[in-house]
């Protein structure tokens, strides 16, 4: 039997992943095993997860190094991929907002700066408004770019809105909604096309059934 | 340092003859099969273009009169606009080609903005059994490279087309839709399906479609579903694939009833080539009835294009990057052997044989080792 590989984001969704692929009857429960490890192979099941940072889940899929992958919209939406992105896996809920100090509130110039760790998505959203805006990409902690004056507003995502709240931040936009949602590279969709047909249909059963 | 803008490349010696290696087994199948090579320029007028691409996806630039020209997206617009103007005579025509194309897009490995394409049109004929010769094409064509572990994957523009129809969709709707079949996304497929208010026979085959792919099963598998729309696409699907399983490609063959196509030229039968590992198409292809009117001649057409540089690729993931060699032979020789030595390597070439000439007082720098053989003449 050909193995397929997954590729799992490391981080917040890593439980739910896994959660998932077990109640779906794919793999065993592999979560006491990951400690620092990188690579968790399921023979029983021929599977083989890997651990990677949620950005890089969608490259590891599109060149083939991974089979499947769990990913976040948001992460999607900003890179674009040349993949098949065949299920919402229904968890992982966050937005894509903008947000900024509440009394810039509707009362912007016209050339604001936005500091993001999404600069494509931001881009996108902005010139969809018809605004002209300065994009600044930054790789974390972008909360505080508005507070030091880096920015006026920022890109980001927000799951339960505490970290805009504790920096005073507030959301003036909606961009979209996401959930995590199952990849597939699209020569591993036809050259193990039985597998990871059989993956879907389970997968998609548990969704749809809770 | 010099750079290079993004998107090309500089293919070195040993790549270039691994490259040219590959060019040339395509021409020698596509020969054999009577295809005659052609030649268009790299550039033509942006508008003979314009039908089939986006503005933004061609190097377009202006010549000193203020035309706009392009250097070609893609070699089967140029061949169609060749054989409505130019080419009389009796059909099938069968043309192919090895050229390079340019396209404006975002660049990584295996997606190159230069690339070359090697490719067949088969023009005139929209028989069952010309879809079937040109996908056996693709794959004596792949084979011959020494590539294994590939699949054509076969699907049918009017499965989508007839859907759309249907449903009497907007422009936007069928776009997304299409997208969204690309993408093989069920769950937004399903929002779709909602927010539309589609009906129920064609939200059955809609929900369906992102997983109709697999071997020849999967065309029982429809048939028994008994669609109004996917009865006719069926029954040449099935014909075309007893004409390849007599070839004896049926281990080659796979179908995909959700395969939707991004170039919208395509009419009939569409299919991708895919390798184990590589995760984009090797070779796209399919029937296009409808292009050559466009430039005046109303024919209809199949035909494929293999990306040289993705089977290089695969290849080289396969470590078949290996290739016959000629063998080199040094020729030494005494200065007065001069006319004696020149002669000896011209047999020696003509026979096929790499061949180089150096004195024995030159030949103290020379690395002996990359020669298979050392003949000497005089001494």
Known sequence: MDIVSIALPKGRMTEDAVVLFKKAGISNDVLKDISRKLILEDNKNAIKFMLVKPMDVPTYVEHGAADLGVCGKDILLEQKKDLYEVLDLKFGFCRMVVAGPPNVKDSFLTNKRVATKFPNVAEE??????????IIKLNGSVELAPI??????????????????????VVI?????????????????????????????????????? | ??????????????????????????????????????????????????????ENSMYRFFDKKGNILALRPDV????????????????????????????????????????TQAGVELIGTNHEESDAEVIALSIEALKSTGLKDFKIDIGHAEVFGSIVRNLNLGNEDVNLLRELLEQKNQSAIEDFIKQKEIKREEAKLLRELPLLFGGEEILEKLKKENFKETEGVLEYLDRVYKILEDFGMKEYISFDLGMVQNLNYYTGIIFRGFVKGLGYAICTGGRYDKLLKIYGKDLPATGFAISVERVMLALQRQSK?????PRRVLVRYKEEERRRAYEKANV????????????????????????????DVGE
């Open chain 2, 76 to 115: 089967t617009a140029q061949i169609a606009r060749i054989v409505s103007t130019k080419l009389e005579g009796r059909y099938p025509l069968k043309l192919c080609y090895v050229a390079n194309v340019y396209r404006y897009e975002d660049t990584q490995v295996g997606k190159m903005r230069e690339f």
């Open chain 1, 148 to 169: 030091v004056g880096l920015s006026e507003v920022i890109v980001d995502i927000v799951e339960t809105g505490r970290t805009l709240r504790e920096n005073g931040l």
């Open chain 2, 348 to 375: 020696l070439r003509k026979e096929g044989n790499v061949v180089e000439m150096y004195t024995f007082k030159r030949c103290e720098n020379i690395d002996l080792k990359s020669f298979d053989e050392v003949v």
């Open chain 1, 173 to 210: 936009e909606e961009i979209f909604p996401s959930t995590a949602r199952l990849i597939v590279n699209k020569a591993s969709m036809k050259t193990k096309s039985e597998r990871i047909k059989d993956i879907i249909l389970k997968l998609r059963e548990v969704i749809n059934g809770g």
């Open chain 2, 321 to 325: 990057g290996e290739w016959v060699k």
């Open chain 1, 125 to 134: 959203f902005f010139k969809k408004k018809g605004e002209n805006v300065e």
């Open chain 2, 1 to 54: 340092m010099i750079y290079l803008p993004d998107g090309v490349q500089d293919f070195l010696p040993e790549e270039y003859e691994f490259k040219r290696n590959i060019e040339d087994k395509f021409r020698e199948v596509f020969k054999s099969f009577g295809y005659k090579e052609i030649m268009p320029p790299t550039f033509e007028y942006s508008e003979n273009f314009s039908h089939l691409f986006d």
